[in-house]
């Protein structure tokens, strides 16, 4: 028994196998760490278009959530900036008090806002800006979103949100399948 132990032990395929299983916990470990290293600091992700161009991914932990009482009501603003290519997400809510489903620019007395822009750096040029109160190049206002608020205390929010916008020349952006966690500042 000592002798095909040894064996075993000493075999390159034996050896080949626990070095190939060592590399693929250190992988899986540190792709764990690097998901909860995530979710704690926050985490913004979603699909997003404007006018005419494809659809691409919009990933970023540049998330940055603000809770504040405005007209005797609760208000939360997010803003994301994706930092790899200048994109941006600006979201007002009003009369947030718990988790829920809110639409933009929904029938309160104070709007929602929802608005999309495609450049940050480009601040001087109206139509980088997406809102969802500007009509289509029809004329009809299809400007919507719906933000779901999934999860909200003192301290942190997480939901998903989807916003279709129009710039000043009625092109379009949309928003969608997006997820956000962050921490409220």
């Not at 109160?133 to 719906?146: A, C, D, K, S, Y």
């Not at 205390?153 to 916003?163: A, N, P, Q, S």
């Not at 129009?166 to 956000?180: I, K, P």
């Amino acid at each position: 028994m000592k002798i095909k132990r040894r064996r075993l032990l000493s075999s390159p395929t034996f050896l080949l196998g626990t070095i190939l299983a060592l590399v693929g916990s250190i992988i899986s470990f540190s792709h764990g760490l690097a998901e909860f290293n995530q979710r704690k600091e926050g985490y913004f992700q979603g699909t997003i278009s404007f006018g005419d161009s494809t659809t691409h991914k919009m990933r970023t932990a540049e998330v940055e959530v603000k809770k504040a009482s405005e007209r005797g009501s609760q208000n939360i603003t997010i803003i994301v900036t994706d930092d790899k290519t200048a994109e941006s997400v600006y979201v007002k809510l009003y009369n947030v008090n718990d988790k829920g489903t809110f639409f933009i620019p929904g029938n309160n007395a104070q709007k929602n806002v929802g608005n999309l822009v495609k450049d940050i750096n480009r601040y001087r040029d109206i139509n980088n800006f997406y809102q969802t109160i500007l009509p289509n190049e029809e004329g009809l206002q299809n400007g919507v979103g719906r933000v779901n608020i999934t999860k909200l205390t003192d301290d942190e929010v997480e939901g998903e949100l989807i916003i279709v916008a129009n710039n000043a020349a009625g092109e379009q952006a949309q928003l969608s399948s997006a997820r956000f966690k962050a921490n409220i500042r």
